[in-house]
């Protein structure tokens, strides 16, 4: 398992339908190392800490594997990584295989395995797309949280190892499915 891009972004105001809305979606990838902090990556920021960050938010982690399934859903898109709001984008850690409660280390820091990815509008504007949250959900390609249990930093070509597993816990497949599910 490898970690393919380290990806930040600040916040911004985009119109959508005439409102003004403010996000943080629009990541891009980094060079070099980026250190991991207790909430964020250093270079990024989240807009809403209502239901973006946070301890158990602190780090957004999308599989590489979606984008090809991505890319024939949205032809003529760009879809660079970062593409979908993701901090990590990661080769071999896909949601199937990852447990809530499991423990990441990449680089020098080590990460554990909170929720799946529950995406917001604000996925819709980022693709110009009312469609696009429904279909994302839809897809079952949801990515996922992690809390920062040690501070490093990381970097692309980084390996990623699970340190510890969750045995007990749900995969983040079938935590994702019970979340929309109640909704």
């Known amino acids: 398992m490898k970690l393919l891009s380290v990806n930040t972004g600040k916040p911004r ?5 005439g409102t003004k809305v403010r996000t943080s979606i629009w990541k891009s990838p980094r060079e070099g ?9 250093e270079g990024d920021k ?5 239901v973006h960050g946070g301890p158990r938010k602190a780090v957004y982690v999308y599989p590489s594997e979606h984008y090809e399934y ?9 879809l660079p990584w970062g593409a979908f709001g993701e901090n990590l984008t990661t080769a071999g850690l896909l949601e199937d295989d990852v447990r809530v409660g499991d ?15 529950q995406p917001c509008f604000k996925l819709g504007i980022k693709f110009g797309s009312d469609g696009m949250l429904k279909r994302f959900i839809d897809s079952g390609r949801s990515g996922f949280y992690v ?10 070509g ?3 190892t699970v340190v510890e597993r969750a045995n007990d816990g749900l995969t983040v497949t079938e935590e994702f499915k019970r979340r929309v599910s109640k909704k």
């Open 46 to 50: 989240q807009s809403d800490l209502r």
């Open 70 to 78: 991505w890319k024939r859903e949205l032809p003529g898109t760009d």
């Open 33 to 41: 190392r980026v250190a991991v902090t207790a909430l964020n990556l």
């Open 158 to 160: 980084d390996l990623v």
């Open 13 to 17: 105001t985009v119109d959508a339908n």
């Open 103 to 117: 423990r990441i280390a990449i680089g020098s820091a080590e990460f554990q395995v909170t929720q799946s990815r």
């Open 147 to 156: 809390s920062v249990v040690r501070e490093g930093d990381v970097g692309a």
